[in-house]
């Protein structure tokens, strides 16, 4: 399978919550299988334009959902 290719869910209102809410709708689809790594942090904020901040907050919470 090939890597995962980062994207936001626009209807989030915070970027953070975006990036988890695509990482779960792709984890559903099956475009992501469950133990798969992602790409790197610093990988995920270039391609989104985001802050790495803001990729950590999210994977954080990505965890914390369980995901």
Do not use: C, F
């Not at 992501?32 to 919470?61: H, K, M, W, Y």
């Amino acid at each position: 399978m090939a890597s995962w290719r980062p994207w936001l869910v626009e209807s989030s209102q915070l970027k953070y919550r975006g990036i988890v809410d695509a990482i779960e709708a792709d984890l559903r689809a099956g475009r992501i299988q469950p133990g798969v790594r992602l790409p790197p942090q610093r990988a995920i904020a270039q391609i989104l334009g985001v802050d790495l901040t803001t990729v950590t907050r999210a994977l954080n919470e990505a965890r914390r959902r369980g995901l």
